[in-house]
Every structure is written in structure tokens, then in C-alpha cells.
């Protein structure tokens, strides 16, 4: 088939920011940094995406209040590789499962042809530690687009296009499956219909620019989200 669905990842596919807020302040602990992201700080913090911009922003933002004023990117990059290391170490525990109705949509817009594929700016250990976790690998992607792999994360339309290029559709004939306003105008700006389903973290976000809002997947009708889509060529 000539239409795909490309699936964010983090508060998408799963609830993942309470594990990666945990997994932040474990890389913290282990550097001997007395920071601790408690929820209200980390619904802030999440305003910039990727994790090495998201402890810059904090450095920047807090520094001189018992953070450093400037901290070399060479050690933000040693404290994210730890980060991620906490990260999949949990993940891969068992800690993270699918959010409701995700499973059930991969599988039924398989049945359908639909290709598939992922467009996230987490990390790609995260991406694949999640997906062995929950669905014993990631074969059901096509197309996996994650992190640093492009130059400007999200809301920069960058890794949608890229998730275009290698997909080589037209973003008519593929609809976005996102959960936070960054990803939304992400999608968006790659001309990509959105269905939004909010998070945790999310569901205060302005999501107008949505073609659609589903606030619980699992009860919702599939042929919505596919009815966005429309033949390539
Ligand atoms: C969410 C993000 C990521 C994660 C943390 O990505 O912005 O930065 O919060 O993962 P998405 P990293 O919603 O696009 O999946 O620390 O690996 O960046
Ligand atoms: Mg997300």
C-alpha cells in the first residue's frame, strides 16, 4: 500500500517521560550533582525536546542557583550517555508498556497494508530498548527516524521529512500519530495530518492545528485516523 502512519514515540507509543525523568535524576546522582527534576520542574524542562538540549536548558535557565553558570556540552553528552543507560536499563525491565489501543492499531493498520514507520527525538537505544521490551523488536517499522539523526529536533519539521525521504511518500498519503504540542508542529510543518492522542505530560498543550484529538485510543474508531490518509500519486 502507498500510505503509511508515522508513530512519535515518547507519550505516543508509550508513557515514557516518568521513566526518563527517573532516569535523569539517576545519571545526576551517579555525577555527584545534587539536581533533582521533580514533576512540576520536569513539565517545564519538557518545553525543549531531546535530552542533551533539555539539561542545557536547565543550565542555562537555573545556572547560578546551585547549577553550574555553563556546563561543557563534552559533559552534558557523558551525563545524557549515562542518562540513557538508567533509561533502557528500566525500560528493558519491563518498566514501560504500550500506552492503551497502540498495540491493537499497529496490528490492525498492518492487516490493512499500511506501512509504518517512527519519527521521534529521543534516542535511538531508547527507540529500540523500548520496542524489543514491548513487541520483541522492531520489526513492524519500516522507517525508524530518532535523536540526533537529524540537525533540528522537534517542533523543526526535520525528522518528519526525513521519515518522508525514506519512506518516499508525499505527506498526504501518511498521517502523524503524536501526543505534545512540539510534535504536533513538527508534523504539521512537514505537511503531515496529526492525530493527537495527549499524555501525561500533555494534555494541557493547544492542539489546534490537529486534524484529529483521540482522548483514549483504545476506544476509538481506527478508520478515523485512516480516512486522514489519501493515495500517493
Ligand atoms: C520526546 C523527547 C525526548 C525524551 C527524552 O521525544 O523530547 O527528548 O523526552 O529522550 P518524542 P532523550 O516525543 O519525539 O518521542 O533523552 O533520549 O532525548
Ligand atoms: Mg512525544
Known amino acids: 500500500m502507498d500510505r503509511a502512519i508515522v508513530f512519535d514515540v ?23 550533582l545534587e539536581w533533582h527534576w521533580d514533576q512540576a520542574l520536569y513539565t517545564q524542562l519538557l518545553e525543549v525536546t531531546g535530552g542533551k538540549e533539555r539539561i542545557r536548558y536547565f543550565v542555562e535557565s537555573f545556572g547560578g542557583q546551585g547549577v553550574p553558570a555553563a556546563m561543557p556540552d563534552e559533559f552534558i553528552r557523558t551525563l545524557h550517555a549515562a542518562k540513557t543507560l538508567a533509561y533502557t ?10 500506552r492503551p489501543g497502540i498495540r491493537e492499531l499497529i496490528a490492525d ?12 527525538t529521543t534516542t535511538p537505544a531508547n527507540v529500540d530498548a523500548l520496542l524489543r521490551a514491548t513487541m520483541g523488536g522492531d520489526e513492524a517499522f519500516e522507517v525508524i527516524c530518532a535523536g540526533d539523526s ?13 521519515a518522508l525521504a525514506e519512506l518516499e511518500l508525499p505527506p498526504a498519503a501518511c498521517v502523524a500519530i503524536e501526543d ?15 492525530v493527537v492522542t495527549p499524555g501525561i505530560y500533555t494534555s494541557g498543550h493547544n ?23 489519501a493515495p500517493a500519486g
Not at 109 to 120: E, P, V
Not at 153 to 158: E, I, M, R, T
Not at 180 to 194: D, K, Q, W
Open 180 to 194: 505534545s504540542r512540539n510534535g504536533l508542529l513538527s508534523s504539521v510543518a512537514a505537511g503531515i495530518p496529526t
Open 150 to 162: 537529524v540537525a533540528n529536533k522537534k517542533p523543526a519539521p526535520d525528522v518528519y521529512e526525513l
Open 207 to 229: 492542539f489546534e492545528e490537529a486534524a484529529l484529538v483521540i482522548d483514549d485510543l483504545a476506544a476509538s474508531d481506527f478508520q478515523e485516523i485512516y480516512r486522514l490518509t
Open 109 to 120: 493498520a498492518q492487516s490493512l497494508g499500511f506501512r509504518l514507520a517512527i519519527a521521534t
Open 89 to 98: 536499563e528500566m525500560v528493558s525491565g519491563g518498566d514501560v508498556p504500550l
Open 10 to 32: 515518547d507519550g505516543t507509543l508509550a508513557e515514557t517521560e516518568e521513566t526518563h525523568r527517573k532516569a535523569f535524576n539517576r545519571a545526576f546522582e551517579g555525577a555527584g
